[in-house]
């Protein structure tokens, strides 16, 4: 298997601060990991793509100055909701790719419950 | 970024009895993984099911895939109280950089 952190697990945050998520691999190696945006009883929703070394790549209607991801090690990718506001409420689930011989497995962190009052 | 469909979309039994959730997808695919989300939680890995193979189990847990049909099923068999989740499938490319998501089902099984 593999193990994905995230941390923190729930943060209460006011209007206009910035907080971020850190996302680790814990057992391997992950030159790519995503970040994902998730509503009360919706699926998944990719923000961004996090590739080591490079720049994120975001979906569309992302905004990359208002979420920050850094990649820096083949372990730890970071999200920053710069100037968080009420509507960025929600939960943050990152995800890390294990790459096998011939194979891609994708394995989830816990989660970040943000709430921003 | 979701190419999944699932249905049901959400599916109530009682205990003991199975559970079939099916999967489709549009694209050529490395892989599809079967995940659970228990309410407000990360999702759990449950099984992963390559390109190449046609069925695989993992407890009570029974995956299939369809590549000609572009489908999948997962079936949980003798199902219990525990197994109330959602249930998503997701499909690998074969880059390995691109990563779908269904829609999702949402199990509840009644005591």
């Known amino acids: 298997g593999a193990v994905v952190s995230q941390h923190p697990s729930r943060v209460i945050c006011k209007s206009g601060t910035s907080v971020k998520i850190e996302c680790r691999s814990l057992?391997?190696?992950?030159?790519?990991m995503f970040w994902y945006r998730q509503f009360p009883k919706q699926s998944l929703m990719l923000m961004a793509t996090?590739?080591?070394?490079?720049?994120?790549?975001?979906e569309q209607g992302v905004e990359k100055d208002k979420f920050l991801i850094n990649h820096a090690s083949l372990t730890l990718s970071t999200l920053t909701v710069t100037s968080a506001h009420p509507e960025d409420s929600s939960f943050y689930i990152c995800?890390?790719?294990?790459?096998?011989?011939?194979?891609?497995?994708?394995?989830f962190g816990p989660g970040t419950r943000l709430t921003v009052t | 970024s979701q190419q999944g469909e699932e249905d049901p979309q959400a599916l109530s039994i009682q205990e003991g009895e199975n559970a079939t959730m099916n999967c489709s997808y549009k694209?050529?695919?490395?892989?599809l993984q079967w995940y659970r989300q228990n309410s407000g939680r990360g999702l759990v890995h449950l099984i992963l099911i390559r390109s190449n193979e046609r069925e695989k189990h993992s407890g009570r847990l029974r995956v299939t895939l369809d590549t000609s049909k572009k489908s999948s099923s997962l079936l949980i068999t003798a199902s219990r109280a525990a197994d109330t989740a959602s249930y998503f499938c997701a499909t690998a490319s074969n880059t390995g950089n691109q990563f779908y998501f269904g829609t999702g089902t949402s199990l509840t099984v009644i005591p």
């Open positions: 694209t050529s695919i490395n892989n």
């Open positions: 996090s590739n080591e070394g490079s720049k994120a790549t975001y």
């Open positions: 995800s890390a790719v294990k790459r096998l011989a011939g194979s891609y497995e994708q394995y």
């Open positions: 057992d391997f190696q992950a030159t790519t």
